[in-house]
């Protein structure tokens, strides 16, 4: 079945410090991955998508096929980056034409001064 | 058009009792989606829209459950006979039908006493 797993529930790292938030995914076929970020009291929202390759207020994530990983990652950590991240992954269902889209747990980024 | 809004965020309910829960996504997106999102769990699917047909359900999605989206605009989720482990955040969402990128609203927060 296709899952996405997020080991840490929380990362708890100084400002200016680098930051590696761990997704490792299950699917077979080819992946569509995503980040979506939650800062207190807001919405969630999408970050960044491995198929854009690009940065996104200084996040970066490569897809790891050989390791099924799209880790995220920021060298030096901001204290507005403080939130929860979700990762996730996106896949079609068999002759519908719709994509799934199923998250990971979530892990909570605490950036301390 | 600021984005995907819900109704009501937040519901308070008794066991037993039925309740509704509303969300208008962005004015141009075909494809509409929701999930329910628990304590420490990332969001879940519960079904899906593209225009007024709803086309996928998740198993997740019981019988006490029913979403309509009339004239492929907004969308209502009704819970029947709520349980207390209905509890949760019903999140809804939208995209254009050739993007796989979800747009999420607010959020509903649904407490089942």
């Known amino acids: 079945a296709q899952r996405v797993t997020q080991p840490e529930k929380l990362l708890s790292v100084f400002k200016g410090a680098p930051v590696e938030l761990k997704c490792n995914y299950s699917y077979s076929g080819s992946p569509e991955l995503f980040w979506y970020v939650q800062y207190s009291r807001q919405r969630l929202q999408l970050l960044l998508r491995?198929?854009s390759r690009e940065s996104i207020k200084g996040f970066t994530a490569d897809l790891n096929k050989g390791e099924t990983s799209f880790h995220l990652k920021k060298p030096f950590a901001q204290e507005e980056d403080s939130a929860m991240y979700y990762c996730a992954l996106s896949y079609p269902l068999m002759n519908t034409g719709f994509q799934k889209l199923v998250f990971g747990t979530g892990t909570r980024l605490l950036v301390s001064p | 058009d600021t984005g995907v809004s819900q109704d009501p965020r937040h519901k308070i309910t008794k066991r037993g009792q039925n309740v509704t829960f509303r969300c208008d996504p962005i004015s141009e997106h075909n494809r509409l989606y929701w999930y329910r999102q628990t304590l420490g769990q990332g969001p879940e699917f519960l079904t899906y829209?593209?225009?007024?047909?709803?086309?996928?359900k998740s198993r997740l999605l019981s019988d006490r459950f029913s979403a309509e989206r009339p004239k492929g605009s907004f969308s209502t989720l009704e819970i029947q006979r709520t349980e207390q482990g209905d509890s949760a955040m019903y999140l809804c969402?939208?995209?254009?039908?050739?993007?796989?990128?979800?747009?999420f609203g607010p959020g509903t927060r649904l407490t089942v006493l």
């Open positions: 829209f593209q225009n007024e047909a709803q086309l996928e």
């Open positions: 969402a939208s995209s254009f039908t050739w993007r796989t990128e979800q747009f």
């Open positions: 491995h198929i």
